[in-house]
């Protein structure tokens, strides 16, 4: 997962740095980069799939996560978090983020998720279909 | 401090929310907007004042905050951030910062923050001159 | 709000910091004391008045909130965070939290922050009634 | 990585959640395991190593973490850390990390993390030695 680019990407979104990212080092804590991925993540659905956090009948639970850290950022840098899918089950789904310093090409730092989808209520997988299968198929990258 | 409106401010910065500020009840939590504060505090002093967070000898240490919730927002809601100079003393100064939903005028919270100017290594306090003094007097309201 | 000691409160909770909650300066980021402070008060009002977070009708949002920053504390530093209750109105609830270092008497920080109780769904305040308001008159300091 | 047991790791770390680990579903946020994880190697290197966050000369940059979410866990649920060191390089190693509830013997989430160590100025990578490198021995799985 080392040496991906923008363009290995389909969405975009900016980034906000916060203060507190960094840690005693200087540099944002390796555990912020998730609350990176997990904003663009939910930005993707809201934006492209029309998912409500508060009321969207059907959520997404994430079940595995993972980082490939590449080079430090710090605050105040901006970031642009790069979002595409990997793959489309029928309930889950695999997506890679990449988190980019706004003028560079290579990647800072390259994140995996799995979503698995289910009820709101009963917390049972449910299929990924319509509108949200749709988006999800636009975030894939073409080859 | 409630009624406060944009207006009663002087710099404004865009604030990104992330997923995980929400809680339980499904509004940002009463601890981020902290986070929101100092991130705005700090990107005042950044843009304005020619702070770099890990180089400058003169540093700030928070030494009281409050915060007036108002109204609650929730991700993924943009916010504005604003931010004003309240009172300038020797080595402290006195900031009010306004969290407000992008459309809105009348403030969701405001926050009152003090900072103390300390040496970064020997943490003793140091007289706010220059061009942070500058940059202060530029963010205090006029009346 | 200086100057409190261990004994002007009346509940002790321990509080595990970590990590991420030190800063650049490697101190215990501002921001993260209020993550404390809302731990001990729910922690409180779940061991001494029954509440269920994710199921009491009745929950608590935190309309006010401030802290005195005395003295820094820093990860790895186990704390002791006290409380008791200042002020019981119909609907609301003054707190005030205590930072102690685990083997000082005096406080590194006091929090004060007022609660408005609401019903769950309505968020329309409810009055504070039986188990909560006899936990809450067993943490006032008697004089 | 599932199915693994309390017995499967070498060290353990009792872990408070807080208030807002919990996001909007009521379960701690995917986010927040790495900073229990992140949490638990420290106080494994301070506690077993003689590591000190602000001062020691040789630091650990995370180069590499991921988790496996098997159950979720909530505030306030007490938990506990548990860790094993996987592998040993010349200057990175491999670690295990557990998160249990607090009686319970089979993992609710299982992370792997690779720290590289490099000197705290230079930040060049530097050997595992020493005391450091017999702490990371004291904590391999033996079979």
């Known amino acids: 997962?080392?040496?991906?680019?923008?363009?290995?990407?389909?969405?975009?979104?900016?980034?906000?740095?916060?203060?507190?990212?960094?840690?005693?080092?200087?540099?944002?804590?390796?555990?912020?980069?998730?609350?990176?991925?997990?904003?663009?993540?939910?930005?993707?659905?809201?934006?492209?799939?029309?998912?409500?956090?508060?009321?969207?009948?059907?959520?997404?639970?994430?079940?595995?996560?993972?980082?490939?850290?590449?080079?430090s950022v710090s605050y105040p840098q901006k970031l642009v978090g790069a979002f595409r899918v990997d793959r489309i089950g029928n309930s889950s789904v695999d997506y890679a983020v990449g988190i980019f310093k706004e003028n560079e090409e290579v990647a800072s730092a390259v994140g995996c998720l799995t979503h698995v989808f289910v009820d709101r209520d009963s917390h049972k997988p449910t299929a990924i279909k319509g509108n949200l299968r749709e988006a999800m198929l636009s975030a894939v990258v073409s080859t």
Chains 1, 2, 3, 4 share one sequence.
């Open 1 to 71: 997962m080392e040496g991906q680019s923008k363009s290995d990407f389909v969405f975009y979104f900016p980034i906000t740095t916060r203060w507190m990212d960094n840690d005693m080092f200087g540099h944002v804590n390796n555990v912020n980069y998730y609350s990176y991925f997990d904003t663009i993540i939910n930005q993707f659905l809201i934006e492209q799939a029309g998912f409500v956090p508060q009321k969207s009948k059907q959520i997404g639970f994430i079940v595995k996560s993972s980082c490939n850290y590449i080079s």
